[in-house]
């Protein structure tokens, strides 16, 4: 493409998915059609941000993808899938699941307290309970609506929520969804918790609940659970930790952030996960004491009333947490994620503070970053584009997750064609926030 065309482009179009909610017109069509407006530019540009070609195999190391408009069939390094473990195409994490839906069939049948329960079920949950260490698990149809089930499960509104800023939407949706006072402080800084903590206490008197992230999705960052840990158990409030992108990714053989942090205690926490990251399928879980989680089976409302996972689907997780516990493709996906980061810093660019496999590469500018996510597609590079309001204004980033699966040479590669599109963009490779 002529660098005269992309910088007309540039000026002109970037994807903004906070106009939604701003339109100024409340008719409840308005802003549908203020969507598909925006949807017909990025159509006439031929940009794939938005709505996505599909893929033609499957989420592995390399991942073919058709080109919607093109027909065009590309080759691309999956450098932007949850696939921390490889687990999706893992073939013991696959053989398992065969041999489930064989047995079982492809689906549950019912909620899980009405005829939705096998032993695919109770066996996951005992599975999970070990591995975060605590007393019992319940499962759910997704890491979001496990969010929302504890949210709204446990908290009323006379109780104080308070969250780090960011934290995952489920999380926030749950809160606000609760009628609780939310307030929020600025990510991971502990004075500002402690603040917080300290000037409600009297007024919440054992009604707050800390909610954090473990590692956070758009930074790859840890939160600091020893100190948040201390201040929870000065304030007496109740600590709710959301592993998703921490389990199969920190913590001893992905055990998670209280495992990272060696951490044995469990009073007053509670984690969430999902199975839909490292552990390859769908679903999610709260672990927590069985006083809490025998509550929640009739209270999570998004479990009581929702129909329970198909048993395949958690005979995948099983599988796939033996497969994490007994190979090396943590270890892997942990040496890949070092090398990424040490490569991308060796050569200018700001990461933030990550030290996981959760890798932001900040671009800050809008406009570039719709035009760059087409062309890193383009030279076979599967990234995702992350923009406002999924994280702050001005730090809209391309976000790379590692797997086990790429390798060092897949890497120099990336690194090769990052720089030059960063070149003809014309932007600095340290883009400040
Ligand atoms: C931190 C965090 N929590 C929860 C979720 C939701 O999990 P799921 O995709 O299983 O619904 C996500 C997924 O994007 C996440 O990043």
């Given at each position: 493409m002529n660098k005269k065309r992309q910088q007309h482009q540039m000026e002109n179009f970037k994807i903004d998915l906070t106009k939604n909610q701003k339109s100024s017109d409340f008719s409840i069509m308005g802003k549908i059609h203020d969507y598909h407006e925006m949807i017909r530019e990025h159509e006439k540009r031929g940009l794939n941000v938005l709505l996505k070609s599909p893929m033609t195999s499957a989420n592995a190391r390399e991942v073919v993808v058709k080109?919607?408009?093109?027909?065009k069939e590309i080759k691309t390094l999956m450098?932007?899938?949850?696939n921390y473990l490889g687990a999706i195409t893992h073939p013991y994490v696959i053989a398992k699941t065969l041999e489930a839906t064989q047995k079982?069939?492809?689906?549950?049948?019912?909620?899980p307290i009405l005829a939705g329960t096998t032993k695919y079920h109770t066996d996951l949950e005992k599975k999970l309970s070990e591995l975060t260490g605590f007393e019992d698990t319940m499962l759910f149809s997704s890491g979001f609506t496990a969010n929302l089930g504890i949210i709204l499960g446990i908290i009323r509104p006379q109780n104080l929520i308070i969250q780090d800023k960011l934290n995952h939407a489920s999380l926030i949706d749950g809160a606000l969804m609760s009628g609780a006072k939310m307030v929020r402080y600025r990510h991971n800084d502990m004075k500002a918790l402690e603040k917080l903590l300290a000037s409600n206490q009297e007024e919440y008197p054992n009604g707050m609940i800390v909610i954090t992230d473990g590692?956070?999705?758009?930074?790859?960052d840890i939160a600091n659970i020893p100190k948040i840990l201390e201040l929870t158990q000065k304030y007496n409030a109740i600590l709710l930790i959301d592993e998703a992108h921490a389990t199969g990714v920190i913590g001893e053989k992905g055990a998670g952030t209280l495992s990272y942090y060696g951490i044995t205690q469990r009073d007053n926490i509670i984690v969430s996960g999902t199975l839909s990251k490292a552990l390859g399928s769908i679903g999610g879980y709260i672990s927590a004491s069985k006083e809490i989680i025998d509550y929640l089976r009739i209270y999570a409302r998004s479990n009581l009333y929702s129909t329970s996972l198909p048993p395949s689907v958690c005979a995948s997780a099983f599988a796939a947490i033996e497969m994490m516990q007994t190979t090396d493709a943590l270890s892997k996906q942990q040496k890949n994620a070092a090398y990424m980061v040490q490569k991308l810093r060796e050569n200018?660019?700001?990461?933030?503070?990550?030290?996981?496999?959760?890798i932001p590469i900040i671009v800050g500018d809008e406009y570039k970053l719709t035009q760059m996510s087409k062309d890193l597609l383009d030279r076979g590079i599967y990234v995702s584009c992350i923009f406002p309001p999924a994280v702050p204004k001005n730090t809209a980033r391309i976000r790379v997750n590692m797997n086990p699966l790429v390798t060092e040479e897949d890497i120099d590669y990336f690194i090769e064609q990052l720089n030059e599109i960063f070149q003809i963009y014309q932007l600095d490779r340290f883009v400040k926030v």
């Open positions: 080109e919607r408009n093109s027909g450098f932007g899938s949850n079982y069939g492809i689906g549950s049948g019912g909620v590692v956070f999705s758009m930074d790859g200018g660019y700001n990461t933030l503070n990550t030290v996981t496999s959760v």
